[in-house]
């Protein structure tokens, strides 16, 4: 057994310093991984507990550019812990803007009744817009089959599965829509990066090309999925797509060619990050 968690936890950040932009919280969110307790409950026992040898591979791991979420099996996102298999885009806080957004709307209109989330991977956008809205039920769409089990896995642990429900579905296929029916509100995380675009090897070794790559502008998935929003929503309804920093004038533009009004939104970071379809008045 190693000893002393202020050393290994020191040793373990400066060994990830230049791998990690956040190498200290990598080294907590891991050693409480191995520990199998809560990091805010080891930060506070850091003197009457012992490191695991079992931490040693995790680092290791995390060295070699994996993903702490694929490591732990769980990422944080809203107010949900989700669990993650490299089948599924890990949720980013990024990604939170489209729910803040789908809130802020919600505010000067009624609370939607009927979610989808296109592309839903771990189930991320949906299930927390269905903690947001508690009188809502939705649907949750992926080409993946093993996404899809990821997702129906979260639903069921974090209690929503009796509102949230996940169908096979391919928007690259000309009858992908058929039949889903129309919703109030829906949520897209699309691939939307191009394909010659470098990414960091965190992402590109681990994260899965499908839900990541969209052709060489990025903008394949949007081509599909703007269109087909007319069929989709219901009268008032609105759609939150999330869009690449450099995509907001493209994507607008997709937006007004099939007769919808748009509005940007930025992330906390200042950048472009979601755009809203809808009907009514632009903003």
């Known amino acids: 057994m190693m000893t002393g968690l202020a050393t290994v936890l020191r040793e373990a950040t400066a060994a990830l310093e230049g791998i990690s932009p956040t190498p200290r919280l990598d080294a907590e969110l891991l050693l409480a991984h191995a520990l199998g307790i809560d990091r805010s409950a080891m930060l506070l026992r850091l ?13 290791a791991r995390r060295m070699a550019d994996e993903p702490v979420a694929y490591i732990t099996g769980i990422q944080a996102f809203w107010d949900l812990d989700l669990c993650v298999t490299p089948d599924v885009l890990i949720p980013r806080s990024d990604s939170e803007t489209l729910l803040e957004a789908a809130v802020d709307w ?3 209109n009624n609370a939607p009744m009927q979610i989808a989330d296109l592309g839903t991977g771990s189930g991320a956008l949906l299930l927390a817009a269905l903690s947001i809205f ?4 939705g649907i949750g769409l992926d080409a993946s089959p093993s996404a899809l ?4 896995d979260n639903a069921q642990r974090l209690h929503f599965a009796d509102r949230a429900r996940f169908e096979l579905r391919d928007w690259t296929t000309a009858v992908w829509a058929e039949g889903l029916g129309r919703f109030d509100l829906i949520l897209c995380n699309p691939p939307y990066i191009e394909d010659a675009a470098a990414l960091a090897p965190m992402v590109s070794d681990h994260e899965p090309h499908s839900a990541l790559f969209a052709g060489a502008e990025g903008l394949n998935d949007y081509r599909i999925l703007i269109p087909s929003l007319r069929h989709l929503l219901n009268a008032g309804g609105v759609a939150f797509f999330e869009i690449g920093h450099n995509q907001s004038n493209s994507v607008r533009a997709l937006g007004a ?18 755009i809203r379809f809808s009907l009514g008045i632009e903003e």
């Open 149 to 152: 089990a990821v997702a129906r």
């Open 47 to 59: 003197r009457d507990l012992t490191a695991p040898d079992s931490y040693n591979g995790l680092l």
């Open 106 to 108: 919600v505010g000067e």
């Open 134 to 137: 508690p009188d809502a039920v």
């Open 257 to 274: 060619e099939a007769g919808y009004l748009t509005e940007l939104r930025h992330d906390l970071a200042g950048n472009p990050r979601v």
